[in-house]
Nanobody, 118 residues
Framework: QVQFVESGGDLVQPGGSLNLTCTGS????????MGWYRQAPGRQREPVGT???????FYPNSVKGRFTISRDNAKNTMYLHMTDLKPDDTAVYYC????????????WGQGTQVTVSS
């Protein structure tokens, strides 16, 4: 059974940093394009970034320069390093794996809550 599990969500103050982890099991992530998404209450799920199998990453303007995606294929794990966090970054963060087409992914994690508040 293929499974992806996110961890690392927490309550953090504005301007703070946080690292999220997405670990896969039952498959080898090295073959996949992977991504991070987030969904805030009352809002649609939105992309946070995508990382290709070779390690090249792409980000939307909303997080560019603040968020960094990386991956360690040997550990079957993807990371999201977030800095200069803002209250608008508050959301449930999800990892996704195996991009099938435009915004369509084969696998999703269950999500981890990030709350940015003083």
């Amino acid at each position: 059974q293929v499974q992806f599990v996110e961890s690392g969500g927490d309550l953090v103050q504005p301007g703070g940093s946080l690292n999220l982890t997405c670990t896969g099991s039952g498959t080898i992530i090295g073959r996949y394009t992977m991504g991070w998404y987030r969904q805030a209450p009352g809002r649609q799920r939105e992309p946070v970034g995508t990382i290709m199998a070779g390690g090249t990453a792409f980000y939307p303007n909303s997080v560019k320069g603040r968020f960094t995606i990386s991956r360690d294929n040997a550990k079957n794990t993807m990371y999201l390093h977030m800095t200069d966090l803002k209250p608008d970054d508050t959301a449930v963060y999800y990892c996704a794996a195996d991009l099938l087409g435009s915004e369509t992914w084969r696998y999703w994690g269950q999500g981890t809550q990030v709350t940015v508040s003083s």
